[in-house]
């Protein structure tokens, strides 16, 4: 759920690309800067500094197309031999850009594979254990014979001169999570280092240590104590995150820790350095968390995230990255920035947003979700995106730059962290409504899986000062997932009519502006409705609801499929309206605005096979009130919402299929809108001073704005793109 970026002024900004899923590990060649590799969905390569990327493992003659699955749609690369293939670490060679080194995974049968001629053809030349963590060659090796290491959970493998063998991790350690690894010229020795304990990546582990190994695993040695010195007495280890070297200056390490209890009511978290292997620690930055209050690291430069929300959000990084030339430059990215020291840990900045006119603005690194952009009718330099994780966001500059709009405002904590919807009276000025929850991500079926709908939190909010103030006024529908309101144009504004979707309660409805709430589910069908989105036709005020599916395989006609549902007497009663033949998950209706034809975005049913399609996805369109379907827009699986400038009479859609779409004859046809290209869509919504432009609101990568005829200009990040069966 997050795009993959590209700096080349040292974060003063970034440009975010997409290859069809996330970056698991880029490697760049050690003899042409131009040149880098990047693992995704496939094995990608770029010979323009990351401009423009090329499919290289599989083969693009080995591939017949891309099929998208699951919760999030991910994309699965089809192989002429119907064989799953990974590049689980990839190394070049440090004198010969030609020669690579790889595990590769095929089937799940993983090899050690190389290749003379840059990745065009590959030689297995020995199985290998499965979980394999990174491939390491020895510099100063034989070059027609090179050493190289790999690293996997239960150990190093080992080629030396030509020979095989294994050296397995510490005693007493079951799993090595994380490695790293550098070349001391000096002594002319490849140094590696390995993480181990409980850690976000291995919540059950047990032996704790970031050991030390001057032989290619051979031997180890533990080097926590430095970082356990400052440990309380008595207190429980910290967890390891990760760890990163330099890889020409392996004295010098840097290891992403927390839960490090340094006092009785304080817990430390953030990064640690050494700078002599490992034998003496400093906690270069140091986020402090006691009973009472939490506190960022003195040396740490301010940005958004921690002015909202303190260091308990982001947390201490996922990843770090080190300089291969100058080791006091380190990059960290964590649950939502990246930050960075140039100074060895003396100081950290952040390097993803500036601050600007009381707010902050993005530097081109996103990762956030969001539901929505809504301007405000009164001031249209007034606007709110509602976002998942990090709450409502507020702009008074007409988007230049954003803060955060539930701080000490009436919005329960609880409730801050996912805004599904907002909404303006237009005739009453400063009047919102807005449902909030404790719950990210509806309705993707990992949010309920597991943990179910009945404990949910959140509420219906309103405001009569534009979001300066919020009351909840929903305590007639007790706590829940409220995901959608809608009011009624018609009703008086003194006592508007709302409808709000409570996602596993069903429909609410008020005749008095919120006042009171009473649950509207006769003609629902089960008990837990996965009421979504409802939306009301201003021809004749007849209403539509959507209700997710529970189910998540390719089954259909059961209990656990999602519904389409119309009522022609303000939700006092609900009928249901056929789908599709082939789809169990609707996600939006719209009705158009001159014929009255229904639109609908739909989820695709996942089906078991590996290389299958989801299928019943797509956008279809009825002009019988769903008595028949036709599909409009088969060939994306996973779509969203669609949405409608009448300013324009044109239709928008986006979906999770890696585009966004435009309809200029009712979705009868829809054209792609060139320039974006993130993998995950949400929605489009207009430009209220611009028609010429849209926002585009991603599912991990900010909210993007551009022309809404597309850019015909825009340079595809694949090519050649790949195709979709």
């Known amino acids: ?36 590799y990047a693992n995704s969905i496939g094995l990608f390569k770029s010979m323009d500094k990351g401009k423009t990327w090329s499919l290289w493992y599989p083969a693009p003659s080995e591939v017949d197309g891309v099929v998208s699955k699951g919760d999030h749609a991910s994309e699965v690369l089809v192989t002429k031999d119907s064989t799953r293939r990974n590049v689980l670490a990839l190394a070049i060679d440090p004198e010969d850009s030609k020669k690579l080194y790889a595990a590769i995974s095929i089937d799940k049968q993983t090899g050690f594979y190389t290749s003379v001629d840059g990745g065009l053809q590959w030689k297995k030349e020995k199985d290998i254990d499965d979980h394999v963590k990174n491939v390491f060659v020895v510099p100063k090796s034989s070059p027609d014979s090179r050493t190289i290491y790999i690293a996997g959970a ?6 030396e001169n030509g020979t095989w063998k294994t050296n397995p991790a510490p005693k007493g350690v079951t799993q090595l999570t994380t490695f790293t690894g550098g070349y001391d010229e000096a002594k002319n020795v490849f140094v590696l280092y390995a993480m181990a304990g409980k850690s976000y990546f291995d919540p059950e582990g047990k032996a704790s240590g970031i050991f030390y190994s001057p032989d290619g695993g051979a031997t180890w040695t533990n080097r926590e104590a430095g970082i356990l010195s400052y440990r309380m007495k008595g207190a429980a280890l910290p967890e390891y995150r990760t760890l990163a070297t330099s890889a020409l200056h392996p004295e010098v390490v840097y290891v992403s820790y927390r839960d490090l209890e340094v006092h009785a009511d304080t817990t430390c978290l953030g990064v ?42 982001g947390e201490n990084p996922f990843s770090i990255g080190v300089s291969p030339t100058h080791p006091e430059v380190c990059y960290g990215t964590d649950f939502g920035r990246t930050v960075r020291t140039t100074d060895g840990g003396k100081t950290w900045e952040q390097v993803y947003t500036n601050k600007k006119d009381g707010g902050w603005t993005s530097r081109g690194l996103e990762v956030t979700t969001g539901y929505g952009i809504m301007f405000d009718p009164s001031d249209l330099n007034h606007a709110f995106i509602a976002n998942t994780d990090v709450g409502l966001m507020e702009s008074h500059n007409g988007g230049a730059s954003w803060q955060s709009a539930t701080r000490n405002n009436g919005v329960p904590r609880a409730w801050q962290n996912s805004v599904y919807w907002l909404t303006f009276d237009p005739e009453v000025k400063g009047r919102a409504w807005s449902v909030m929850s404790g719950t990210h991500d509806l309705p993707r079926p990992k949010m309920w899986r597991r943990t179910g709908v009945k404990n949910y939190q959140g509420g219906v909010l309103m405001t009569e000062d534009a979001g300066k103030t919020w009351q909840i006024i929903s305590n007639d529908i007790g706590e829940g997932a409220m995901t959608h309101i809608l009011f009624d144009p018609t009703s008086p504004k003194e006592k508007r009519t709302l409808y709000a979707c409570a996602f596993g309660k069903g429909v609410y409805k008020s005749t008095d502006g919120g006042k009171t709430w009473q649950q509207k589910n006769k003609g629902i069908e089960g008990a837990e409705p996965f009421a979504w989105r409802i939306t009301r036709r201003d021809s004749d005020g007849v209403l539509f609801l959507v209700v997710c599916r529970r189910g998540e395989d390719e089954s259909i006609g059961t209990p656990l499929d999602g519904a389409l549902y119309r009522s022609d007497n303000g ?16 996600m939006c209706l719209m009705t158009t605005a001159k014929s009255n034809r229904l639109l609908l975005a739909a989820w695709g049913r996942n089906r078991k096979a590996a290389f299958a399609s989801d299928i019943g996805g797509g956008i279809f369109a009825s002009g019988d009130d769903g008595k028949t379907w036709q599909a409009v827009l088969p060939g994306d699986q996973h779509m969203h919402d669609i949405t409608y400038d009448k300013r324009t009479d044109t239709y928008y859609a986006c979906g999770f299929n890696g585009s966004a779409y435009r309809s200029e004859d009712e979705g009868s046809t829809w054209t792609r809108i060139k320039g974006y290209n993130f993998k995950w869509g949400k929605r489009v919504d207009i430009d209220p001073v611009d028609s010429t432009q849209v926002y585009i609101i991603t599912f991990g990568g900010g909210v993007w704005h551009g022309p809404a005829k597309g850019d015909e200009r825009a340079v595809e990040d694949i090519v050649p793109g790949l195709v979709r069966k």
């Open 571 to 586: 939700a006092e009663t609900w009928t249901k309206v056929s789908l599709p033949p082939t789809t169990n998950g609707p």
């Open 272 to 313: 640690a350095r050494s700078t002599d292997f490992g034998v003496t620690w400093t906690l270069a930055w140091k986020d402090k968390l006691t009973k009472e209050h939490n506190y960022p690291s003195t040396n740490f430069s301010e940005e958004w995230i921690n002015e909202r929300f303190g260091p308990t959000w």
């Open 154 to 159: 239960q150990g190093v493998t080992v080629r």
């Open 1 to 36: 759920m997050t795009g993959s970026f590209i700096t080349e002024n040292g974060g003063v900004s970034w440009r975010m690309f997409n290859l069809r899923g996330p970056v698991h590990y880029f490697v760049y060649d050690p003899l042409d800067s131009n040149v880098m």
